[in-house]
């Protein structure tokens, strides 16, 4: 599983110097780098992206992820730099999307004093000794990790549950109403104020839940081009590396695509409850 690091060093120098152990530890194959970016936290407390590594699809979760704590710490949106690969400088929410703890924050925000610098990194890591030995050499303060996770796809199963219960309850009682005015032959102003009311908000709940199903595939086509991405740069790592780190590295190939099957299938279920929903 992917992890999310952070190191913390006292000046810009050694942050850079950390950058490089990072990448020199990828080429030797025993960790896979898929994302950097080195942060700075000024005086005022906030936090600022001074350099990024061009990533493409790969460095989505990251830019979510450093766009998220620019935001938390109250860097201007502007100083994100390539906000294009489609994070947001949200804050909270952003670190919630991309599947971090509230403990995780609460490190990042200890730790990354302000005059400090960081590098944060996505990693995949076979074991913590290379990466902690380096990291200590150069007097990174502290190495926090943290797995991503997919709460972002568990999330939206339970929002879709959550719609499709809401607009089986608005039919329902939309039913019910129209039966009785039938039954009654007549209708006050406040009985057809009511209906009009039941059915805007059944045609609201079923936007929302066509923007969930449209959520779905976004996401679903975005971790596929991850996961496409994810291999070929792991494929290139072990064309390099000796048979030993070779195989260790294709495991990594094969334990990311199971993770992507688990994705997929939330993913395809959150879309299929909102198609079930749109067609009663």
């Known amino acids: 599983m992917s992890q999310f690091a952070v190191m913390v060093f006292e000046d810009e120098k050694k942050a850079y110097e950390g950058l490089h152990a990072l990448q020199k530890l990828h080429a030797e194959g025993s960790l896979t780098v898929w994302g950097t970016d080195v942060l700075r936290r000024d005086a005022d407390g906030r936090v600022t992206i001074i350099k990024r590594e061009d990533q493409g699809p790969l460095g989505t979760g990251l830019g979510t992820l450093a766009g998220g704590l620019v935001g938390l710490f109250g860097g201007p949106v502007g100083a994100v730099v390539g906000m294009a690969v489609g994070a947001t400088a949200g804050g909270v929410g952003d670190l919630v999307h991309v599947g971090v703890s509230e403990e995780f924050i609460a490190a990042v925000e200890r730790d990354l004093a302000p005059g400090k610098f960081a590098v944060i990194a996505e990693i995949d890591e076979e074991w913590v000794v290379p990466l902690d030995s380096r990291m200590e050499e150069l007097g990174a303060k502290v190495v926090v990790r943290e797995d991503r996770l997919t709460f972002a796809e568990d999330a939206l199963e339970k929002r879709v549950n959550a719609r499709k219960a809401r607009l089986a309850q608005l039919k329902a009682e939309h039913a019910q109403r129209k039966a009785e005015k039938a039954r009654e032959r007549a209708g006050s102003k406040a009985e057809e104020m009511l209906q009009k009311l039941l059915t805007e908000e059944i045609e609201d709940e079923r936007r929302k839940l066509e923007s969930m199903a449209e959520k779905s595939e976004k996401r679903l086509d975005s971790a596929r081009q991850e996961l496409t991405a994810k291999i070929l740069a792991l ?46």
């Open 235 to 280: 494929r290139a790592q072990a064309a390099v590396a000796n048979p030993e780190v070779g195989n260790r590295i294709e495991q990594r190939i094969v334990e990311l695509t199971n993770e992507f099957a688990e994705r997929e299938q939330k993913l395809n279920r959150a879309r299929d409850l909102t198609r079930q929903a749109l067609q009663a």
